[in-house]
């Protein structure tokens, strides 16, 4: 702060108010919409104070499904959605630290193939490579399976990288004096390295928490079976199309149950969500 | 315990050669240190003989074993590290008891190791904290410690003291000549400060370039050195060093732009030969005009207290040869020429050439 | 590059790299190998036989007019979204960096739609545009905008570019904040001093040094925009009204999948494969000088 200037204060109160409202206004309005019957919603305008269909619209949502379109219950489809969020970081996580492991502290043949493989790796997200994979997930067996959902997504070298970057900062030092002591590179990587990297996996984690949640495309591809939809197909299936034809009511909740759990790692793990987005970029 | 042998060590980074064949006997027991500026290979140097470095040719030795191959664990030498390479996870205890944990040793043992090493270096109510909460000082006597525990035959030390302020520089100093005494064990410490190694050395080794220009005890190092370099790098402030030529008597030397110094002791075998005349700052007198054997024109002054450093230069070149001399500063003229004399046992004569020291 | 010290094991770095190495080259190398070859191909409609046809299937996309129009589709398209996406956030950055008091309350609003997948966004948005029953088309048609979606196409773009903007924007405003933060105080400080209000401040001085954040926002954004907005695109139009919102991404999935067209679809994909290593060549080249290790 250089100076004091109060109407230079107050607008920018007042730009990131009106930023605030209209960031949080669909989101409000997706909960009060939940929390209605659908007649209410079909009013224009809707009203924008919440309901009292909140037991009914969710019970409804989590056990049963929507009506028409989709019948899944919401619950089975947050499960796969949680297994599908919980595999592909601690999956990605582990492969990844230890081939940034044997990339940064090895020197051996193939070194530099194997980096610029993985390497190339991040150049190219799923969406670009999505008919040959369905092909090969076919090929393998593993459609409609949790296997085809997370492994496809375990491939891509973010955390390869961002766990390199971590090791090169810990100074060599350390690693010499370890050598001294008679650690060999495994009880170096779990008695050093492992413990001295918490904060880069708890960033890691908190990211692909939320990129393995929030996945679409592929999902939508490999499963065809109701009972293996994520919650984020779920939403899509419910909408039979025309907008007059939807129960937006129990779209609106399935919504709300499919935003929660990463706005809550989001909320509870600020720090680190902060620190990962930035540092993953880098 | 045990002695180190060095056998004309080198090592090459391709084609260049950053040592370039080394070679010495260390004593069991001795204090060694290996001092020189940036870049002459000393830390290259103690990192071989770590094990950290491979060595290109020759042979070192620990004990009389020769370990070129061995792994730094199998050496049975501990090292401590310029910015203490302490585990940042773990408490001081665990630092220091972490080489014992891999060697198997008992964990009494290592409890009794850890207490007894912590004693002595007055850390024994730090056990439990990390190395963050600590000061330089010490994070720099838990390295001390992690070495301690291991018992070893040899400690090196790289540049340990070059992270802390000046003051702490001093005290750690003169805790490292404690420790030696105490515990005997023969030691490598490498430093580029001078002070330090004329302090704690029984013997030192000055490094330029990748090869020993002089190995011998501090004081003979700085009474009789081997060549100009070490003669310039031993002492504060350096020792000055004119070029000029012999005259036909023997008798002084001439340089360009009239640049005189009279000898104490006429040399007649040197005449006309060119030489680097070098004598100490703090082994030049002021004395009466007749009996002088230099007389430079003063440039600038330190007033230091009792003592004064005057800084000044011979002959017409104001940048051309440079003296300083340190005086009682009751004894400092103000401006103008300066008579000094000196003794002839002070005098030092150097091959300009080679840099080598010629004998009287 | 390299750390000093290494250790030295002849099979275990092997060992640690195989787990990444296998999922690569089988979920990786294997179909983007596999997605070059059939561009090349040409399969009949019941998939019995294959044509190795050369760059057929390119020439015939390019003389396409549905997929030149993606093509523009897709740059209107991420245009629109990187510049609202970029400009939003810059200025909700630039307004958290100045105030001190509620400054986590802001940010922790503003962050919440990362946490919210592309096609619930669209959901949301759609929800809210919805032609009889939304709430913003009850605002629009109060001011005398007639508002349907579903059969208008600039009104379907603009529709999905508010969804992936909206979802977009904490991403940008975290990195605008933190470059913002990482400007040395000192900097603002001389040029107050120096005589400089606090526009002149910001685009003279504040905006230069930003450069790297925004020009690195720029390359993802686009980057977003062709990719991660899918998710938006089906849950809403699905590419239409009449292809009006089909970027890129969407005609590969759908010519791949609703029209089993697997050649044209592979064709798309190397196209799009190039576009983004192009893009990725160029952040990296520019992001890597600023890298130091």
Request: glycine fraction near 8%; aromatic fraction near 10%; proline fraction near 5%.
């Amino acid at each position: 702060m250089v100076e004091k200037r109060p109407l230079l204060d107050f607008v920018s109160h007042a730009v990131l108010v009106v930023g605030a409202v209209l960031v949080a206004f669909p989101i409000y309005v997706c909960f009060v919409a939940s929390t209605h019957s659908l007649e209410a919603i079909m009013q224009v305008p809707m009203p924008l104070l919440p309901g009292s269909h909140f037991l009914e619209n969710y019970k409804q949502v989590l056990l049963a499904g929507s009506t028409k379109g989709s019948q899944a219950a919401v619950l089975d489809m947050l499960l796969n959605s949680t297994i599908m969020a919980l595999v592909v970081p601690l999956g990605k996580i582990t492969i990844s630290i230890l081939s940034a492991f044997a990339i940064v502290y090895f020197r051996f043949p193939m070194r530099n193939v194997f980096f610029w493989m993985i390497f190339v790796t991040l150049m190219l997200p799923v969406e670009v490579r999505i008919i040959p994979t369905f092909k090969v997930m076919a090929d393998l067996g593993l459609l409609n399976t949790y296997a085809g959902l997370t492994l496809p997504l375990i491939a891509s070298a973010t955390a390869t990288f961002l766990f390199r970057q971590f090791f090169m900062t810990i100074p060599d030092e350390l690693a010499e004096a370890a050598r001294m002591d008679g650690a060999g590179p495994m009880r170096f990587f779990v008695d050093v390295v492992w413990p001295l990297s918490k904060t880069t996996m708890a960033a890691l984690f908190v990211i692909q928490f939320i990129y393995g949640w929030n996945q679409y495309l592929w999902p939508l591809l490999i499963t065809s079976d109701e009972s293996m939809y994520t919650v984020v197909i779920g939403i899509k299936r419910m909408i039979v199309g025309g907008d007059a034809a939807n129960e937006w009511q129990l779209v609106m909740a399935t919504a709300m149950l499919a935003m929660l759990p990463p706005a809550m790692v989001v909320l509870l793990m600020q720090k680190w969500f902060v620190k990962g987005l930035v540092e993953t970029e880098k | 315990m045990a002695d180190v042998s060095l056998r004309d060590v080198r090592k090459s980074y391709g084609a260049v050669q950053v040592i370039q064949g080394i070679g010495m006997d260390i004593a069991d027991g001795e204090f060694v240190v290996m001092v020189g500026p940036s870049g002459c290979g000393k830390s290259t140097l103690l990192r071989m003989v770590a094990g950290l470095e491979t060595i290109t040719s020759g042979t070192i030795s620990i004990g009389g074993r020769v370990v070129n191959d061995l792994e730094p664990k199998d050496r049975n030498i501990a090292m401590v590290f310029q910015n203490y390479a302490l585990y940042p996870h773990m408490s001081v205890f665990d630092n220091m008891a972490y080489g014992l944990k891999i060697q198997g040793l008992a964990k009494a043992e290592i409890e009794a190791r850890v207490q007894r090493a912590a004693g002595i270096l007055e850390l024994s109510k730090l056990l439990a904290r990390r190395p963050r909460e600590l000061s330089g000082g010490q994070r720099q006597r838990v390295a001390m410690g992690r070495a301690i525990v291991r018992e070893p035959s040899v400690f090196l030390f790289d540049e340990p003291l070059s992270n802390l302020d000046a003051k702490l520089r001093v005290q750690m100093r003169s805790e490292l000549q404690a420790l030696h005494r105490r515990l005997g064990t023969t030691t490598l410490y490498v430093t580029h400060d001078q002070v330090e190694a004329m302090t704690l050395a029984n013997r030192m080794m000055v490094m330029n370039g990748g090869h020993a220009e002089q190995i011998g005890a501090p004081l003979e190092v700085y009474s009789r050195p081997a060549t100009a370099f070490v003669a310039a790098f031993i002492g504060s402030p350096p020792m000055n060093l004119v070029a000029g030529r012999m005259t036909a008597d023997g008798g002084a030397i001439e340089g360009e732009g009239g640049v005189a110094i009279r000898l104490p002791v006429a040399r007649p075998a040197l005449a006309g030969r060119e030489v680097l005349l070098g004598v100490r700052p703090e082994h030049l007198e002021g004395c009466a005009e007749s009996e002088a054997m230099l007389q430079p024109d003063v440039d600038f002054m330190e007033l230091l207290g009792s003592d004064s450093l005057v800084y000044g230069h011979l002959g017409t070149n104001k940048q051309g040869a440079r003296v300083a001399a340190r005086l009682h500063t009751s004894v400092v003229a103000k401006a103008g020429h300066l008579p000094l004399r000196f003794a002839d046992e002070h005098l030092h004569l150097f091959d300009p050439a080679s840099g080598k020291r010629i004998e009287p | 590059m390299d750390k000093r010290v290494t250790f030295r094991s002849a099979w275990l770095p092997y060992l640690l790299v195989a787990p990444q190495l296998a999922i690569t080259v089988v979920f990786f190398f294997w179909p983007a190998g596999q997605a070059v070859w059939f561009s090349f191909q040409l399969q009949d409609a019941f998939g019995e036989s294959t044509q190795f046809v050369w760059f057929d299937n390119f020439t015939s996309l390019f003389r396409d007019p549905h997929y030149l129009a993606s093509f523009k589709t897709t740059a209107i398209f991420s245009a629109a979204v990187a510049s609202l996406g970029i400009g939003f956030s810059l200025l909700l950055a630039v307004m958290a960096d100045r105030v001190v008091r509620g400054a986590l309350a802001y940010k922790t609003v503003l962050i919440w739609p990362y946490a919210v997948a592309a096609a619930v966004a669209g959901v949301l948005w759609s929800f809210l545009f919805a032609p009889s029953i939304g709430v913003v088309t009850f605002l629009l048609k109060g001011l005398g905008v007639d508002w349907n979606w579903i059969i208008k196409g600039d009104q379907a773009m603009l529709l999905v570019v508010v969804a992936s903007v909206w979802k977009q924007i904490s991403y940008n405003f975290l990195f605008f904040l933190a470059g913002l933060q990482s400007i040395p105080k000192s900097l603002i400080e001389a040029a107050a001093i120096d005589g400089a209000g606090p526009a002149r401040r910001f685009w003279t001085i504040v905006l230069p040094l930003l450069s790297p954040t925004t020009f690195f926002l720029l390359v993802v954004n686009i980057v977003y925009a062709f990719f991660d907005t899918f998710g938006v695109i089906d849950s809403t139009t699905q590419g239409g009204p009449a292809q009006a919102t089909q970027i890129l991404v969407y005609k590969v999935y759908h010519d791949g999948v609703k029209a089993a067209d697997i050649g044209g679809s592979s064709a798309q994909s190397v196209v799009l494969m190039a576009i983004v290593i192009a893009l990725t060549a160029i952040q990296f080249r520019y992001i890597e000088r600023k890298v130091h290790y």
